[in-house]
């Protein structure tokens, strides 16, 4: 697609239950992060991808967040017994290529977010 | 340990005068930093970046300042126009991790 694409836009859910969320990069970006920013926070790196595998996790804050990647394209993030403190909105960035090139910055195109709000 | 700081959560500039943005890092192995805008409801968008081999990079309106041994960038905007109006990230990387600041606020004021 031309752009990042995120669903759902928005999520309410009950404290406990599982949520997926989806993004769609752009095509041929084999490059792909997860971002997530609370209220009042910056954005907080949580998982980055090249083509299908994970290399970084580091950044995922629990056991109860997962993320996976099939075909180099679509990921899905999926958080397991929600809390109240997973609210946030979660970003998706990608890039052509996961690291810095010659020709200049690797620039990271990001979606719309995901907000989640766990009631 | 936050690696990439701002400072000033918000600030307010009048329309046509200069809106210059601070950002802060620690880890001196970055080697590329970029700008973001991000509008209300949006995911960023990217404004400008500079390599760390620079000192200096403009794109119209927008010039970024990269003062290494002070591990201090800064981007100026001018003249402001109310479109301006947004969050703005720093973000520095190293191989293939960005790390974002806390954004600031800029409300440019007709």
């Known amino acids: 697609g031309a752009g990042v694409s995120q669903s759902p836009s928005n999520k309410v859910t009950e404290k406990g239950k599982d949520v997926e969320l989806r993004c769609d990069p752009i095509?041929?970006?084999?490059?792909l992060y997860w971002y997530r920013q609370s209220l009042g926070q910056g954005l907080e790196f949580l998982i980055y991808?090249?083509?299908?595998?994970?290399?970084?996790k580091s950044g995922l804050p629990s056991d109860r967040f997962s993320a996976e990647r099939t075909g180099g394209s679509v990921s899905t993030l999926t958080i397991q017994r929600t809390q109240q403190e997973d609210s946030a909105v979660y970003l998706c960035?990608?890039?052509?290529?996961?690291?810095?090139?010659?020709?200049?910055?690797?620039?990271?195109?990001f979606g719309a977010g995901s907000r989640l709000t766990v009631l | 340990d936050q690696q990439v700081k701002q400072n000033s959560p918000s600030l307010s500039v009048q329309e046509g005068r200069i809106s210059i943005l601070n950002c802060d890092y620690t880890n001196s192995m970055f080697d590329y930093f970029l700008w973001y805008k991000k509008y209300p409801a949006e995911g960023p968008t990217f404004l400008i970046s500079i390599s760390s081999i620079k000192d200096k990079n403009e794109d119209g309106r927008f010039t970024v300042f990269l003062n290494k041994s002070a591990k201090h960038l800064s981007l100026h905007i001018v003249p402001s126009q109310p479109g301006d109006s947004a969050v703005y990230f720093c973000a520095a990387s190293e191989t293939y991790k960005y790390i974002f600041g806390t954004g600031t606020r800029l409300k440019v004021l007709a």
């Open positions: 095509s041929g970006h084999t490059a």
């Open positions: 991808f090249q083509g299908n595998s994970a290399p970084d």
């Open positions: 960035a990608s890039s052509p290529a996961g690291g810095q090139g010659l020709s200049g910055a690797n620039v990271l195109t």
